[in-house]
């Protein structure tokens, strides 16, 4: 067992779930995914989708991992079902396909504690963040956030690992609800209020072509389901853990940090002027600066909250990042008895060359999100979907009853998996399909932008 160990065993799987969740995801993509895809509407789909499909196929991967108390791949050898082990396969690559990029903005998050501390990000926002996020600098502070990740990983901090999450968690709601009531003062807050908070079901009819794959990826993302990562941790979970209450409690923490994010950085926005949708990847990393800049004090408040900022930022990234790598390593160690140095190692530095594009010019690294976001995570998220629904069925319940005492309410999240949420994924899935094989300008096109 001992080689099974991680800090999903010793942290205590909540921590290091939540730790997974809350990420870039919350902080850098659900404003600017928001501000792309017509803000209030994208807000009430992604809502739905947390609610109503994300925090069920959470509870789904958690069956599976509890059941087979093995990593991803494997579980589905152990559950008696070795034909399967594709959908851990798709979940193992997509983690590998995403931290290459991820780390790339992580290594950003590192650039801007710097950028705070000398007041450079803070002095001229926009050409800062033109000149840091791409080229040299970006492949430097992307292989500073690698080889961060990759140390945690290999030497296994545990009780590094606790502490942090312990103290971001809560930290990042501290900051986020701070920096919120900051940008409510400042003129032309109200229209982003508008925009972000006050939907129309016309929008969303109109839009629902792009903003349903858009709302559902983001979802998917933000909770880590489709990446074999929250199969491989609910695999080190004991029999008496609720599934039920630790996938709501992780499912809801995160959405509230979602959505805190967007009530700092829409705002913001509006209040800078900036046209929505046309902020890209940079939203937040523009936003935040120059907002920071405008704090009451002068520039040296504003220099020390952007060091805390992005410090507590860089810990929720890497929390993250490692559970990406894990995932990846630990089906290594488990199937092939790999050790875990030399594993993290190798395939970190795989991970950091395949980023290398991304850093390098950010169209590659939309267009790795994009591959990521609309093409692995939900195919993984069907499988997932139909492997808990029509195969395991009535065990599903089992495993989900179990340590719950929820009796009644499991027969009913195993007929939504089996007819509407697989009906969902099913359309979801056909969208973006096609959307990725007919329509070039769409950005994430099968060919990559840079190339066309
Ligand atoms: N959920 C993380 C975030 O929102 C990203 C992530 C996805 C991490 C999948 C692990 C697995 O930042």
Redesign the pocket.
């Known amino acids: 067992m001992a080689e099974r160990e991680t800090w999903a065993t010793r942290v205590g799987f909540i921590l290091a779930a939540i730790g ?11 404003p600017f995914q928001t501000s792309a895809n017509g803000g209030a509407a994208f807000l009430v789909v992604y809502l739905l989708a947390v609610l109503l499909i994300g925090i069920p196929v959470l509870l789904a991967e958690f069956v599976i991992g509890r059941r087979a108390n093995t990593s991803a791949i494997g579980a589905f050898r152990k559950l008696g079902r070795p034909g399967w082990w594709f959908v851990g396969a798709v979940g193992v690559i ?2 590998f396909w ?1 931290l290459s990029y ?1 780390s790339v903005i992580g290594g950003w998050v590192i650039r801007y504690i710097g950028g705070s501390i000398t007041g450079g990000a803070l002095a001229a926002p926009e050409s800062y963040f033109g000149a840091i996020s791409v080229g040299l600098p970006s492949v430097g502070t992307h292989a500073i956030f690698m080889l961060i990740t990759i140390g945690i990983v290999a030497l296994g901090i545990e009780d590094g690992i606790e502490l942090a999450t312990k103290v971001m968690v809560p930290a990042v709601v501290v900051m986020l609800v701070g920096l919120a009531a900051f940008a409510a003062t400042l003129p032309g807050a109200s229209e982003g209020y508008a925009f972000f908070l006050n939907p129309n079901l016309d929008t969303i009819i109109a839009n629902a072509g792009t903003v349903l794959p858009a709302a559902f990826g983001q979802a998917f ?7 074999s ?2 199969i491989t941790y609910a695999s080190y979970l004991g029999k008496n853990d609720s599934l039920p209450v630790d996938g709501v409690t992780i499912g809801i923490s ?1 959405t509230i940090i ?1 959505v805190l994010a967007g009530l700092v950085v829409l705002p913001l926005l509006f209040a800078q002027g900036v046209e929505p949708g046309s902020g890209g990847p940079g939203a937040v990393f523009v936003a935040i600066p120059t907002a920071l800049a405008e704090l009451p004090g002068g520039g040296l408040v504003g220099q020390a909250v952007g060091v805390v900022f992005f410090g507590v930022i860089l810990i ?2 890497l929390s ?2 490692i ?2 790598l894990e ?1 990846v390593v630990a089906y290594l160690v488990d199937n092939y008895g790999f050790s875990r140095l030399p594993t993290a190692a190798g395939i970190g530095a795989a991970i950091f060359l395949l980023g290398i594009p991304s850093a390098w010019e950010t169209a590659w690294l939309d267009w790795f999100d994009g591959i990521g976001v609309t093409l692995l995570l939900p195919i993984t998220v069907l499988f997932v979907v139909l492997f808990v629904g029509w195969v395991l069925g009535q065990d599903a319940i089992d495993e989900l009853t179990d340590g719950s005492g929820i009796g009644s309410l499991a027969p009913i999240w195993l007929w939504g998996i089996r007819t509407f949420i697989l009906a969902v994924v099913v359309i979801v899935v056909a969208i973006n399909l096609w959307d990725l094989l007919a329509t070039p300008d769409t950005g994430y096109y099968i060919v990559p932008g840079p190339l066309r």
């Open positions: 997974s969740a809350v990420g870039l995801g919350n902080i850098w993509r659900f997509a983690a995403t991820y993302f933000s909770l880590s389901v489709g990446f990562v929250m995160n979602g929720a990234a993250s990042a559970s990406l995932v």
